[in-house]
Antibody
Framework: EVQLLESGGGLVQPGGSLRVSCAAS????????MTWVRQAPGKGLDWVSA????????YYADSVEGRFTISRDNSKNTLYLQMNSLRAEDTAVYYC????????????????WGQGTLVTVSS | AIQLTQSPSSLSASVGDRVTITCRAN??????LAWYQQKPGKTPKLLIY???SLESGVPSRFSGSGSGTDFTLTISSLQPEDFATYYC?????????FGPGTKVDIK
């Protein structure tokens, strides 16, 4: 059974840093790209970042480029999101999602999602 | 970044109704579109990928169509468990983007 378990959320002051993690199990971690998607309270889904299975290729939303860093430790089956220079508008539930391949060979189909971890940026 | 719009933003429907939700991209994305369902307090669930491919385990009353810039999600006969918010997502190019969502509630 595929499982994704996020952790590391919490309250942080504006300008601060936080690292959230996603522990994966039930599948061959290195065979899939991974994604972070966030959702502010009462709002819609907001794609944040993605990382290839090897960790060689990273992608970011314009709103987090230069502030957030996605990474993975394939020996621990864990995905990370390091968030720096946090702003109030970064307050959201952060979901990790597995990205599988479609027939075109793109690892961009988010088929399994974790339950999310809440990050609150406030003074 | 590619922008997606959805219409309507919300709708009220009855059990058994046929429901259609539209997603429009501001530039062509071929068939690189997915649809997700999200119920309150729950995680998103993949329904459709590649614009019209039904995800395994998803009821056949859900269907998707379209290519280029205009896409639709259709629920042929709305069931009580279908009341939720639906999001489209383009995966043609990074950064990937979601539509703003369409909330389907009970009339």
């Amino acid at each position: 059974e595929v499982q994704l378990l996020e952790s590391g959320g919490g309250l942080v002051q504006p300008g601060g840093s936080l690292r959230v993690s996603c522990a994966a199990s039930g599948f061959t971690f290195t065979s899939y790209a991974m994604t972070w998607v966030r959702q502010a309270p009462g709002k819609g889904l907001d794609w944040v970042s993605a990382l290839s299975g090897s960790g060689d290729n990273t992608y970011y939303a314009d709103s987090v480029e230069g502030r957030f860093t996605i990474s993975r430790d394939n020996s621990k089956n864990t995905l990370y999101l390091q968030m720096n220079s946090l702003r109030a508008e970064d307050t959201a539930v952060y979901y990790c999602a597995r990205a599988r391949k479609n027939p075109s060979g793109w690892y961009r189909i988010n088929d399994y999602w974790g339950q999310g971890t809440l990050v609150t940026v406030s003074s | 970044a590619i922008q997606l719009t959805q219409s309507p933003s919300s709708l009220s429907a009855s059990v058994g109704d046929r429901v259609t939700i539209t997603c429009r991209a501001n530039q062509g994305i071929s068939s690189a579109l997915a649809w997700y369902q999200q119920k309150p307090g729950k995680t998103p669930k993949l329904l459709i990928y590649d614009a019209s491919s039904l995800e395994s385990g998803v009821p056949s009353r859900f269907s998707g169509s379209g290519s280029g810039t205009d896409f639709t999600l259709t629920i042929s006969s709305l069931q009580p468990e279908d009341f939720a918010t639906y999001y489209c997502q383009q995966f043609n190019s990074y950064p990937l983007t979601f539509g703003p969502g369409t909330k389907v509630d009970i009339k």
